[in-house]
């Protein structure tokens, strides 16, 4: 065989290297305009064929399409009609989250000259491929790549790079390693670069390397649109796995890692290195011995890294600094534990991933560094939190304790504080964010003023992604007002409130079972514990972001965003006490709209036509002048207080900016059937509190009730204004669904007459049924949005063991309308319920307040054993003038007021039906 020149062998590897390259093209040509689109990344079913669609829609004709999977089960979920494209092809790899791993391994499939990086939980825009092309060849650049937009529920684009560089501004992946999400997804690249950076190593290569070297070598150029997209929900997932969750198991990671820390001659113990991989996602969750490695690997990046530009500069001194004050002070508060006593945050979590990760962060970010943190976990079900819980549990500074049977978050969080050592207590939302000087700021003030043994704060809500939506002015100038207002409404977040746990502040610092508990702690602090003298502050700083997000856990349990609008029970009960008549004086909803409107300074005032705001807030402050405790600097406080509202109110009455609301009606929608007599009854009662009754009135065959008839009483013909009578079959009285039909025939009357409305009450009644007026009047006052009254049935009232109840609901018109009739029917409560308040969730984001009222009045339903005295228990003033209107609800006074009037009726009754008894015999 003869041997070869130089020429005819340059000229055979000539030969073999186009054959070669033309049999790695589907055309059996080469195109320089071929791109490889590369779909990979931990995603489901949907997001392949989401991402498979885009391939088919996108602009650009000369594609193929390698989607790395991580199972075959995976691949046959798959349309079949993307398996019968030719230029698709599935592989499936252990590696289908590193784009760099499955680009070595399978490179012999690449065919394109250009490679587009699609990361399965990403959407990208149908333009994309084709923009990015024109991009490259103009710019004459190897790596392309764009911003990220992220969106919400709705589509809309959310401030993605504020975000995103608040998630991973502590990531050890991006510092170290320039791994920044937005590369990742939507890099666009030549291959011939990539084949040389892989022909610049001898090792395998992975996502870390690749990136790290784009970065280094300067290639990355950015292009000025958007055009990948992710869903907040994806973003999240991503953030949570990659970052946080899968550190530890990871095998690429751990590699690089590994071979990063042996470059760097530091040898760790397999427990401090597992500890460093857990803690990447955020620095200063580490340990203090790795808190110390990763300043010492930050100062080796600042002085030879030869490629930094001066912002990342900047940023990486910056960072050293704040790690070296951090561990200075944590070495300070050793040294001196007297100066820095331990503060205890305390946190309660349910079901919790991204938000309770970012909270904690800020807690670990905190300028005061001697802290504690204590999560209750209320037995959550999703596995992300207990993947988050166990991997802070290992921190020397958290403690991790677990409910497993669902309880209530007030429990949650007094389990918490159960286990809290420290001398303060900083309570914390699993959803909040904890501003950096929050701890340092209120342990000062409580340091410096002995007097006070609790400070709350303003706060700032802040939207799904941490951004300031606006800065509430919550926050008072002085104890008086801070006290004046809590009685008014909840000023305060229990998420910015730092306590100094004195011995009363462990006694009595501890959250009810009930709604709003968080306020009920502050009324009792302050009101029912009064002789106590415990002195609460409001600073101005803002201390904490409070998320607003549908997925809260207090819009779950339909708390937060209601009780922030409600009166609660144990404030009606205060107010009672200092103010008697105040909800029979007043409309209560009204009052408290006209001062916030004023608080907040609205430039028009909606009022109530009968208040006298002036009046009443002159009274109001007399009555809170006397409470114990005062100092004269407190009354002159609220001397000021008051002025202020009334010279605000005043300004606006002369300036003519007051605008009288609507006043609520009052639709009492009775059912009567046989004796008018207990009609007449249940309207002489009600006549004052009523504006309308609604009179469904039950004929049965033959009877024939003339206006004549109707009207020769002196209680109807007086009240004629009022009544409307309805005449029906009793049968249709006797059917559910007829009588919902006529009842929504006469409400939509009354609304096309412009009589009722959304706000206007509907009580359904039966004539026999007498409610308190009082009870009723009160209820109005406080505005609320369902009441469920509890009336007394006469024939069990004076039974030893307990007596029998009637139910009877009233209910703004808005809720009839989307509940019905028959949700009233179903609404279970027990008949020895007690008066409380309940919230209930009637549509998404809208919650409606019920008040179970006990003892609200008289069930006449059989009169026989009717007494002529009844036996109260205690002594009964006779002269009902000298009555407070407090008095005037309880159900005894009730009772002795109308007893002499029902005793006519029930005598006159029982003649009737002796008589009827008689002329059957």
């Given at each position: 065989m003869s041997k070869l020149t130089l020429r005819q062998f340059l000229l055979l590897i000539l030969v073999l290297s186009q054959s070669l390259l033309a049999s790695y093209t589907p055309y059996n040509k080469f195109n320089q305009n071929f791109v490889t689109i590369l779909i990979y990344g931990d995603g489901n079913k949907e997001d392949l064929e989401r991402n498979l669609n885009f391939t088919n829609n996108q602009y650009f004709p000369y594609f193929e399409v390698i989607a790395?999977?991580?199972?075959?089960?995976?691949?046959?979920?798959?349309n079949p009609q993307f398996k019968v494209q030719n230029n698709i092809k599935f592989i499936q790899t252990e590696y289908f989250n590193d784009f760099a791993k499955i680009l070595q391994n399978y490179l012999h499939l690449v065919n394109g000259e250009y490679i587009s990086l699609v990361h399965a939980k990403t959407i990208s825009k149908n333009e994309r491929i084709r923009e990015?092309?024109?991009?490259?060849?103009?710019?004459?650049?190897?790596?392309?790549?764009?911003?990220?937009?992220?969106?919400?529920?709705?589509?809309?684009?959310?401030?993605?790079?504020?975000?995103?560089?608040?998630?991973?501004?502590?990531?050890?992946?991006?510092?170290?390693?320039?791994?920044?999400?937005?590369?990742?997804?939507?890099?666009?690249?030549?291959?011939?670069?990539?084949?040389?950076?892989?022909?610049?190593?001898?090792?395998?290569?992975?996502?870390?390397?690749?990136?790290?070297?784009?970065?280094?070598?300067?290639?990355?150029?950015?292009?000025m649109e958007s055009f990948v997209q992710i869903t907040l929900e994806n973003y999240h997932h991503i953030f949570m796995d990659e970052s946080v969750i899968q550190a530890e198991e990871d095998t690429i990671k751990f590699k690089h890692y590994d071979n990063y820390l042996n470059s760097k001659n530091i040898s760790l113990t397999a427990p401090q290195f597992f500890s460093l991989l857990n803690c990447s996602?955020?620095?200063?969750?580490?340990?203090?011995?790795?808190?110390?490695?990763?300043?010492?690997?930050?100062?080796?990046?600042?002085?030879?890294?030869?490629?930094?530009?001066?912002?990342?500069?900047?940023?990486?001194?910056?960072?050293?600094?704040?790690?070296?004050?951090?561990?200075?002070?944590?070495?300070?508060?050793?040294?001196?534990?007297?100066?820095?006593?331990?503060?205890?945050?305390?946190?309660?979590s349910h079901n919790r991933d991204y938000f309770l990760i970012k909270s904690i962060s800020y807690v670990l970010e905190q300028s005061y560094v001697n802290w504690e943190l204590v999560i209750s976990d209320n037995n959550s079900s999703n596995p992300n939190t207990h993947k988050i819980l166990q991997l802070l549990d290992g921190h020397p500074r958290i403690r991790v304790f677990y409910l497993y049977t669902d309880q209530n978050e007030a429990f949650s969080f007094n389990y918490a504080i159960s286990y809290a050592e420290g001398e303060y207590i900083a309570i914390q939302d699993d959803d909040d964010i904890m501003m950096p000087f929050r701890l340092e700021y209120q342990i000062d003030f409580l340091k410096r003023n002995p007097i006070y043994e609790i400070c709350g704060s303003a706060y700032k809500p802040i939207s799904e992604i941490g951004r300031p939506k606006y800065f509430a002015q919550n926050y008072v100038n002085n104890f008086a007002e801070a006290k004046a207002f809590f009685l008014i409404l909840n000023h305060v977040s229990h998420s910015t409130v730092t306590v100094r746990m004195t011995d009363r502040m462990k006694k009595y610092f501890s959250y009810s079972q009930q709604a709003a508990y968080d306020y009920s702690l502050w009324i009792k602090l302050l009101f029912e514990l009064e002789n106590e003298n415990i002195r609460f502050f409001v600073l101005p700083k803002h201390v904490t972001g409070i998320r607003v997000h549908s997925n809260k856990i207090s819009n779950q349990k339909s708390e937060t965003s209601s009780y922030k609008k409600q009166i609660t029970l144990k404030q009606i009960e205060i107010l009672e006490r200092i103010y008697p008549e105040i909800f029979e004086d007043i409309n209560f909803q009204c009052f408290l709209k006209i001062f916030l409107q004023l608080k907040f300074q609205y430039d028009t005032i909606q009022t109530c036509e009968d208040l006298d705001f002036e009046q009443f807030s002159k009274e109001f402050n007399d009555r809170l002048r006397h409470l114990p405790f005062w100092t004269q600097q407190d009354i002159k406080d609220l001397d000021l207080f008051y002025k202020y509202f009334n010279d605000q109110y005043i300004e606006k009455l002369n300036q003519k900016k007051l605008i009288i609301m609507q006043q609520k009606l009052t639709f009492d929608c009775v059912l009567h059937q046989g004796d008018i007599k207990s009609l007449i009854l249940h309207i002489e009662?009600?006549?004052?509190?009523?504006?309308?009754?609604?009179?469904?009135?039950?004929?049965?065959?033959?009877?024939?009730?003339?206006?004549?008839?109707?009207?020769?009483?002196?209680?109807?013909?007086?009240?004629?204004?009022?009544?409307?009578?309805?005449?029906?079959?009793?049968?249709?009285?006797?059917?559910?669904?007829?009588?919902?039909?006529?009842?929504?025939?006469?409400f939509d009357d009354l609304i096309n007459e412009k009589i009722l409305f959304s706000n206007d009450y509907i009580m359904f009644s039966n004539s026999s049924e007498i409610i308190n007026p009082s009870q009723l009047r009160r209820f109005q006052q406080l505005g609320l949005d369902m009441g469920i009254f509890a009336l007394r049935q006469l024939s069990t009232l004076y039974q030893q063991n307990g007596q029998s109840y009637k139910l009877i609901s009233i209910l703004i018109y808005e809720l009839l309308e989307k509940l019905g009739i028959q949700y009233l029917d179903d609404y279970s409560i027990q008949l020895d319920f007690e008066d409380k308040l309940d919230i209930i969730e009637i549509s998404k984001n809208r919650y409606a307040s019920i008040y179970h009222l006990k003892d609200a009045g008289l069930y006449i339903d059989d009169c026989r054993n009717y007494k002529n005295e009844l036996a109260l228990q205690g002594k009964i003033r006779l002269n009902l003038e000298l009555l407070s209107n407090a008095d005037k609800r309880y159900f005894d006074y009730f009772h002795n007021q109308i007893k002499v009037t029902l005793k006519a009726y029930c005598d006159e009754r029982n003649k009737g039906l002796f008589a009827n008894q008689k002329s059957e015999l």
């Open positions: 790395a999977v991580k199972s075959k089960e995976l691949i046959d979920k798959v990015q092309i024109i991009e490259t060849k103009t710019y004459k650049c190897n790596v392309m790549v764009s911003e990220i937009n992220i969106l919400n529920h709705k589509g809309e684009i959310l401030e993605n790079a504020y975000l995103i560089d608040q998630d991973y501004q502590r990531d050890l992946d991006v510092i170290l390693f320039s791994m920044d999400f937005r590369l990742e997804a939507s890099i666009f690249m030549r291959k011939v670069f990539f084949t040389n950076i892989l022909n610049q190593t001898n090792e395998n290569i992975d996502r870390y390397f690749f990136t790290n070297q784009i970065v280094k070598l300067e290639e990355v150029n950015f292009s996602y955020d620095f200063l969750a580490c340990d203090e011995s790795n808190l110390e490695v990763v300043r010492y690997l930050m100062i080796d990046l600042y002085m030879t890294f030869e490629k930094l530009f001066k912002y990342q500069m900047l940023e990486l001194y910056s960072q050293i600094e704040f790690i070296h004050n951090h561990l200075w002070k944590q070495g300070q508060a050793r040294k001196y534990p007297r100066e820095y006593p331990l503060a205890s945050v305390v946190m309660s009662q009600l006549k004052d509190s009523v504006d309308y009754f609604i009179i469904l009135y039950s004929l049965s065959p033959g009877d024939n009730i003339s206006n004549s008839y109707l009207y020769s009483n002196k209680v109807l013909l007086e009240n004629q204004s009022k009544l409307m009578f309805h005449f029906l079959n009793s049968s249709i009285i006797q059917d559910q669904q007829k009588l919902q039909y006529k009842l929504n025939e006469i």
